[in-house]
């Protein structure tokens, strides 16, 4: 294995698992820190983790723990991936996870901070992140429910998660042929850590070749553009993933307007739809029966909970914001792994923390790249097992993204 990456949720490792995936490389990515050795022919592996929203130093042991186990697998460089949003608190987990594998990595090589992924809208400019042509404190997430994002400027927002000075890449340098230069007088300075501007593809390509060597690089997925071909010359995709015939199921627990506006096409489009509400969950709802009502060949049944703001919050208040999580996570859980033992073989989850749910019911281990299905979101594969899977971020994807999803699973 050549390079490592640590991804702090299981869809955003997805992501940087497609962007390294077409770079040409043998992409796996873990559910969790394996217990075992990786396949000798992995160029890629990433660890996910669920540690976006965890207590920091939980979130740096799990960190340290999977870096440790990517080093004992020969990786030159690594990556932790963060959210192309940089989902944080002032208490982290981003500052002091950088600063913990920076440490143990004991380096004192320039460390690339850059969340941008233009394929989404996401850039950096003036060390300020942009999402499509909004600031990211008016983009949305200044009121995300666990990181609100009020402030724009990531420079300020890491100053707050680490004591360690924190430096700056203009565009203007980048575009100047200085980027490198500019990184190694950064760090040089005692600015290690370095918010780096990049508003598209050529420029994260840019940053790849800039970072060539050093031990760890920092962003979105979009900081995988431009390593595989630094580090592995004529990189090529020898992955031979194929698609998995059989029953589809879609689950979605996210409450994204981009998630709903695909839930009103997947109806409008034929799809079948069944909506569970939190309160029926907590009454005792039984997966069995959706999954009965789910099985006889219906267009792509979709079981969802995800509901608009106002309802949210009411259900919210009335059983407290970590029941209802709990409580609908803890259900699409049982649903997933229920419908694998019925025989069902494509599984397409929305909402990260759904996901994370998911993925953690259905024993999975490891789960090989496939193709593309929508920006940041591939088909994936559990390793050794006719399953497929897609597990799609909130806010990304396409609205026809659920028949798409169900159709690139099947591998057409
Ligand atoms: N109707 C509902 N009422 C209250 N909470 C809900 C409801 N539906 C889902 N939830 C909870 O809301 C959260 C949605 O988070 P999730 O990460 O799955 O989606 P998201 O925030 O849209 O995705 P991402 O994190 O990728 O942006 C989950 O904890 C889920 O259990
Ligand atoms: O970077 C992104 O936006 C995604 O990969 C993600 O991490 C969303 O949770």
């Not at 050549?2 to 043998?26: E, H, V």
């Not at 030159?76 to 950088?98: A, H, L, M, R, W």
């Not at 995988?224 to 698609?243: E, F, I, R, T």
């Not at 995800?306 to 208040?317: E, F, M, N, R, Y």
């Amino acid at each position: 294995m050549i390079l490592g990456a640590i991804g702090d949720d299981f869809t955003g490792s997805s992501d940087l698992g497609l962007t390294l995936a077409q770079g040409g490389m043998r992409t796996v990515q873990y559910v969790g820190v394996p217990d075992k050795p990786a396949a000798a022919d992995v160029d890629a592996g990433i660890i996910a983790l669920k540690t976006r929203s965890i207590p920091a130093a939980e979130a740096v042991r799990q960190s340290l723990d999977a870096l440790h186990w990517l080093q004992d697998q020969g990786c030159k460089q690594i990556i932790f991936k963060y959210c192309s949003t940089f989902d944080s608190t002032p208490e982290g987990n981003i500052g002091p996870v950088i600063e913990a594998l920076i440490d143990a990595l004991e380096t004192d090589a320039p460390v690339i901070v850059c969340p941008a992924f233009p394929a989404t809208g996401r850039t950096v400019y003036q060390g300020h992140l942009f999402v499509q042509d909004r600031l990211l404190s008016e983009s949305g997430m200044e009121n995300h429910p666990l990181t609100p994002m009020t402030d724009p400027d990531l420079r300020r927002v890491l100053a707050l998660q680490t004591k360690r000075p924190i430096g700056h890449l203009p565009l203007a340098a980048l575009h100047a042929g200085l980027a490198r230069k500019t990184l190694l007088d950064e760090a040089e300075a005692g600015r290690q850590i370095i918010v780096c501007d990049a508003v598209s593809n050529s420029d994260l390509l840019v940053l790849g070749e800039a970072a060539r060597g050093f031990p760890l690089v920092t962003g979105g997925s979009g900081i995988g553009l431009g390593l595989p071909s630094v580090l592995q010359a004529n990189a090529k995709d020898k992955s031979s993933w194929s698609g998995v015939s059989g029953p589809a199921l879609a689950l979605s627990g996210s409450c994204s307007t981009a998630t709903r506006n695909q839930i009103a096409a997947h109806k409008a489009a034929g799809g079948a739809q069944r909506k569970v509400e939190v309160d029926e969950i907590i009454e005792g709802l039984r997966p069995e029966d959706l999954l009965d009502w789910a099985k006889d060949n219906k267009p792509l049944p979709l079981i969802y909970s995800s509901d608009d703001p106002q309802a949210v919050k009411a259900a919210q208040s009335r059983f407290g914001q970590a029941r209802c999580a709990e409580a609908v996570e803890g259900f699409f859980a049982a649903l997933a792994s229920q419908a694998i033992d019925r025989g069902f073989t494509r599984l397409i989850s929305a909402g990260g923390e759904t996901s994370g749910a998911v993925v953690g019911a259905i024993d999975a281990t490891a789960l090989a790249i496939g193709p593309m299905i929508d920006p940041g979101v591939p088909a994936l594969k559990l390793e050794g097992r006719k399953v497929a899977l897609a597990l799609k971020s909130g806010n990304f994807g396409s609205e026809d993204f659920f028949f798409k999803a169900a159709q690139v699973l099947e591998g057409r």
